[in-house]
């Protein structure tokens, strides 16, 4: 299976916002309505932000959403924050009933 | 509140077997897909498979020949097990929470692993 394909950085102004995309295939991302994205800072764990494309764990800031069109995700972060540096995956339900993920999107607040 | 927390050996010779345990806290293993993910320094996610107590467990089609993963219900823990590493099987290691095998959540913290002589 191949990777999803994410911007290597994105970069914005506290306050701003910036979308991050996530283009894979009919097979996964296309296909099924199973789209999450994953925040990491540096030495951390993974944190789900969202999940089934655009819906937010319990508690989670609503400057995350989501979205899908076609065979491309994307994440909407608005009024970016400086807590928001970090590097950002999506991950996709695929056809073979396994899990993809992105390459990873590092997000900078300038 | 769920918790988990990978536990094994930090150091694996090459064409040995790395093993590691996922010990699961707040949560019933038997409720519940579990997966393991992988992360080699500065670079991405990978995912490695899930499973899942009553059901056949998925592996990554690039790894599948190598893998297996099991689950303890006395000990509310999953395990895995990669054969034949080599030195590009050096990543972090963590395990996972499946929801509706879609996504992942929460995560372990990670434990290193490195194949070295």
């Known amino acids: 299976q191949s990777a999803l394909t994410q911007p290597a950085s994105v970069s914005g102004s506290p306050g701003q916002s910036i979308t991050i995309s996530c283009t894979g295939s009919?097979?996964?991302?296309?296909?099924?309505?199973?789209v999450s994205w994953y925040q990491q800072h540096p030495g951390k764990a993974p944190k789900l932000m969202i999940f089934d494309v655009n819906k937010r764990p319990s508690g989670l800031s609503n400057r995350f959403s989501g979205s899908k069109s076609d065979n491309t995700a994307s994440l909407t972060i608005s009024g970016l924050q400086a807590e928001d540096e970090a590097d950002y995956y999506c991950?996709?339900?695929?056809?073979?009933?396994?899990?993809?993920f992105g390459g990873g999107t590092k997000v900078t607040v300038l | 509140q769920v918790q988990l927390q990978e536990s094994g050996p930090g150091l694996v010779k090459p064409s040995e077997t790395l093993s590691l345990t996922c010990t699961v806290s707040?949560?019933?293993?038997?409720?519940?897909?579990w997966s393991w993910i992988r992360q080699p320094a500065g670079r991405g996610l990978e995912w490695i498979g899930r499973i899942y107590l009553r059901g056949s467990p998925n592996y990554n089609p690039s790894l599948k020949s190598r893998v297996t993963m099991s689950v303890d219900t006395s000990k509310n823990q999953f395990s895995l097990k990669l054969r034949s590493v080599t030195a590009a099987d050096t990543a972090v290691y963590y395990c996972s929470r499946d929801v509706g095998s879609t996504h992942s959540t929460p995560w372990g913290q990670g434990t290193l692993v490195t194949v070295s002589s």
């Open positions: 707040g949560s019933s293993i038997s409720s519940y897909y």
């Open positions: 991950s996709s339900y695929t056809s073979s009933r396994t899990l993809v």
């Open positions: 009919s097979s996964d991302v296309g296909g099924y309505n199973y």
